[in-house]
Structures are given as structure tokens and as C-alpha cells.
């Protein structure tokens, strides 16, 4: 059985950082990319990063270039988020999802989610 | 970038009934757009993959069709679990990059 779950959450000052991490299970890790979708409380969906299978290739989107880094440890079956210069706007529960397959452009699997606060 | 517009935006509907819920691409994306359902307090769930294809576990209920721009999700009888958000999704190759539409509720009338 695929289980994500994703810890590291918290509440954190507008400035400040947070690593958040997505351990895997019941699925070889290494052979799939991997992303980190977020929502605000009440909102819709947001792609935020993602990483190949290997990590070599690494995607942001505009709103996080620059402040978060993407790594996966694949000897730990893990994935992770850096996120520096947090903003209030980064408020939200982030997700990490599984890539459908090589050439999937979906995710087939998720976590159940861990909330990062940004507040004073 | 390529947009997802979402519509409606809410859907009050029975039990028993169909549903259709409606996803429009700013540009082509071909075939290659899911869809999620979420329900309060979950991870949102994969439900239909390369606009048809209807995911492991998904009960037959459920049916995605379309491409290039247009995509329509059915629910083909409402049963009471089936009340939640929908979301479409596609991934572009350039610029490389995930998009979601703004969801749709579907709720009890």
C-alpha cells in the first residue's frame, strides 16, 4: 500500500524557515517523480514543486522560486521541502503527491497534508 | 500558461442525480487532464487521468471525456460520498509546471 505522510509543519514568523518532509512507503521511491501541492485555508489547489525520479531535474512555481528548494534522499525514501523567506501568503497545508509514472501527467497518490502557519 | 477554468462554480444536486461538471483550457493540452476529488479535512483524490481514464478503485459511476480544450467530468447517480470539491488538472511542458482549475462544489440540493 502507497503511504505518504508528510511532517514538519508549524508555525513559523513572516521571514523565517521550515523543512518539511514527506516520508514513503509501498512503492520503490527512486523510480518516481515527486511534487509538493499546497492549498490555503479555503482555497483551490496549488502546484508548488517537483522533482525527478533521480532529483536532478527540479521545478518551482513563480510564487516560491527562489525562497524554497526541493531535494529527495532516495536511501531514505524521502522527499523534502526548504522554505526560506516564508511570507504570510505561504500559509496553507502542503501536500506531497506522487507522479502517476514516467510519463504521467497526473498524481496518483497523496499525503494527508501538513499545515505551515506564517504569523507574527 | 495555461489556465483551467472551472464551471460552475457550485452544483446543488440530489442524490440519484447526474452530474456534469465542466473544465475549459486556455490552450490545448491535449488529452492529458485529471481529475481530483477532495472532501473536507482530506487529501484530495485521484478520480480520472488522461481526460478518461478512470483511476484504481474508482467506481464506474464516474466518467471523464473530451480533449484539447473542452472536458467534461460525469457522475452518472449522485450517491450521498459523492458531495465534495472537484478539481481539474493538467501539466504543461513549457513552461514546465503543474496547473489546477478554481474547483467545483457539488452539493446536496
Known amino acids: 500500500e502507497v503511504q505518504l505522510l508528510e511532517s514538519g509543519g508549524g508555525l513559523v514568523q513572516p521571514g523565517g524557515s521550515l523543512r518539511l518532509s514527506c516520508a514513503a512507503s509501498?512503492?520503490?521511491?527512486?523510480?518516481?517523480?515527486m511534487s509538493w501541492v499546497r492549498q490555503a485555508p479555503g482555497k483551490g489547489l496549488e502546484w508548488v514543486s517537483g522533482?525527478?525520479?533521480?532529483?536532478?531535474?527540479?521545478l518551482y512555481a513563480d510564487s516560491v522560486k527562489g525562497r524554497f528548494t526541493i531535494s529527495r534522499d532516495n536511501s531514505k525514501n524521502t522527499l523534502y521541502l526548504q522554505m526560506n523567506s516564508l511570507r504570510a501568503e505561504d500559509t496553507a497545508v502542503y501536500y506531497c503527491?506522487?507522479?502517476?509514472?514516467?510519463?504521467?501527467?497526473?498524481?496518483?497518490?497523496w499525503g494527508q497534508g501538513t499545515l505551515v502557519t506564517v504569523s507574527s | 500558461e495555461i489556465v483551467l477554468t472551472q464551471s460552475p462554480a457550485t452544483l446543488s444536486l440530489s442524490p440519484g442525480e447526474r452530474a456534469t461538471l465542466s473544465c475549459r483550457a486556455s490552450?490545448?493540452?491535449?488529452?492529458?487532464l485529471a481529475w481530483y476529488q477532495q472532501k473536507p479535512g482530506q487529501a484530495p483524490r485521484l478520480l480520472i487521468y488522461?481526460?478518461?481514464n478512470r483511476a484504481t478503485g474508482i467506481p464506474a459511476r464516474f466518467s471523464g471525456s473530451g480533449s484539447g480544450t473542452d472536458f467534461t467530468l460525469t457522475i452518472s447517480s449522485l450517491e450521498p460520498e459523492d458531495f465534495a470539491v472537484y478539481y481539474c488538472?493538467?501539466?504543461?511542458?513549457?513552461?514546465?509546471?503543474?496547473?489546477f482549475g478554481q474547483g467545483t462544489k457539488l452539493e446536496i440540493k
Open positions: 490552450q490545448s493540452v491535449s488529452s492529458y
Open positions: 488538472q493538467q501539466r504543461s511542458n513549457w513552461p514546465p509546471a503543474y496547473t
Open positions: 522533482t525527478s525520479d533521480s532529483g536532478g531535474i527540479t
Open positions: 488522461d481526460a478518461s
Open positions: 509501498g512503492f520503490t521511491f527512486s523510480s518516481y517523480a
Open positions: 503527491a506522487k507522479r502517476g509514472g514516467r510519463s504521467a501527467m497526473h498524481f496518483d497518490y
